[in-house]
């Protein structure tokens, strides 16, 4: 390309707790549909990464995937550790601010680690699609009952450190889960996301031969304490003693978002049929967001919309992609 215009981290991570995705995802529909090839061929340097555990991202300098010590860690490590690191990777790289473009639990870790003013310097404006935060009112029934199932001590369930959703212990789990009173599993994107309007049917299938991917299980028990508690707070070890040993404190200390600097431009996108994303849990984040300066906070509502719309629907280019290059390309 000819002009480089800005530079674009994107952290393509899904919740976790159900839509277990690695950075492909950005990719998954045609060139001319897909979000990472859009924004290359509108003259923005694209960098994709991916959420530790998942296939591309299972290297580490001392411990070995095999290892229970390997999945020691919940989206808190993604916040204080990961994206912080990979911000100042591009910064260090392009020697230019980033834009940010997150979706789901993309936008949950950019959401905690700007209230806790990590590398907040080098981020230029965030986009945040299906944006989580508070999780107290989504209504996919399959992530109600794995959050319950969840926060239930999973780990003794299952006895796993790594959820490899392909492996046959999580998968006889899920197929448990899949057969409780009130779940259809049989289109599991629906189950998962809600009722997308917008997805093409090879796109879904060559999606679901790629996903999902493994994560730690400390993570899903971490976001379901987020669904139980209706606040968002760091990891609680279940016990007065053991979050005094680990905080300093007896209750894990909360995420504040009030904190996010209120002059960092925020683009936030959010839909009237996502299951994962509610619109009431959206407007409690907004409601965080409501002393942020006006001129800085730009916010879209599709009715129709779910969760899986905003990443591979087929309209996502006119609806929402090409929204974001103008935002993007109006923060100076």
């Known amino acids: 390309m000819d002009k480089i215009e800005a530079h674009i981290q994107y952290f393509v991570i899904r919740m976790?707790?159900?839509?277990?995705?690695?950075?492909?995802?950005?990719?998954?529909?045609?060139?001319?549909?897909?979000?990472?090839?859009?924004?290359?061929d509108n003259?923005?340097?694209?960098?994709?990464?991916?959420?530790?555990?998942?296939?591309?991202?299972?290297?580490?300098?001392?411990?070995?995937?095999?290892?229970?010590?390997?999945?020691?860690?919940?989206?808190?490590?993604?916040?204080?550790?990961?994206?912080?690191?990979?911000?100042?990777?591009?910064?260090?790289?392009?020697?230019?601010?980033?834009?940010?473009?997150?979706?789901?639990?993309?936008?949950?870790?950019?959401?905690?680690?700007?209230?806790?003013?990590?590398?907040?310097?080098?981020?230029?404006?965030?986009?945040?699609?299906?944006?989580?935060?508070?999780?107290?009112?989504?209504t996919t029934a399959?992530?109600?009952?794995?959050?319950?199932?969840?926060?239930?001590?999973?780990?003794?369930?299952?006895?796993?450190?790594?959820?490899?959703?392909?492996?046959?212990?999580?998968?006889d789990f899920l197929k448990a889960l899949c057969a409780q009173a009130g779940v259809d599993c049989y289109d599991l994107i629906t189950?998962?996301?809600?009722?997308?309007?917008?997805?093409?049917?090879?796109?879904?299938?060559?999606?679901?031969?790629?996903?999902p991917q493994s994560t730690s299980t400390k993570n899903l028990v971490h976001l379901s304490q987020t669904v139980r508690d209706g606040v968002l707070s760091k990891y609680d070890y279940?016990?007065?003693?053991?979050?005094?040993?680990?905080y300093g404190e007896t209750k894990p200390p909360r995420y504040n978002l009030t904190n996010i600097p209120h002059d960092l431009s925020l683009f936030l996108s959010y839909g009237g049929q996502d299951a994962l994303s509610d619109v009431q849990d959206v407007e409690t984040l907004l409601d965080c967001l409501k002393y942020h300066d006006v001129d800085k906070l730009h916010v879209q509502y599709i009715k129709d919309y779910a969760h899986a719309d905003f990443i591979i629907g087929i309209t996502a280019k006119d609806i929402v992609y090409n929204q974001i290059i103008s935002f993007f390309r109006n923060q100076g």
């Open 142 to 171: 399959l992530g109600v009952v794995a959050a319950r199932a969840f926060v239930s001590e999973i780990t003794t369930i299952i006895g796993l450190a790594e959820f490899n959703p392909r492996g046959e212990p999580v998968s």
């Open 191 to 211: 189950a998962l996301t809600g009722k997308n309007c917008c997805l093409n049917a090879s796109t879904v299938d060559h999606f679901l031969k790629n996903e």
């Open 238 to 246: 279940g016990s007065n003693d053991f979050n005094q040993a680990h």
């Open 16 to 40: 976790c707790r159900q839509d277990l995705k690695d950075g492909v995802t950005w990719l998954q529909n045609s060139p001319a549909q897909s979000p990472a090839m859009i924004l290359a």
């Open 43 to 138: 003259g923005f340097d694209v960098w994709i990464s991916n959420i530790r555990g998942t296939r591309y991202s299972r290297r580490h300098v001392s411990l070995d995937p095999n290892s229970a010590d390997y999945w020691n860690w919940t989206w808190d490590d993604l916040v204080m550790h990961d994206l912080p690191a990979l911000i100042d990777l591009v910064f260090k790289q392009t020697g230019q601010k980033i834009h940010y473009i997150g979706h789901s639990m993309g936008t949950l870790i950019a959401l905690a680690s700007f209230s806790e003013g990590k590398q907040i310097d080098k981020i230029k404006s965030a986009a945040l699609l299906s944006p989580v935060a508070y999780l107290s009112h989504m």
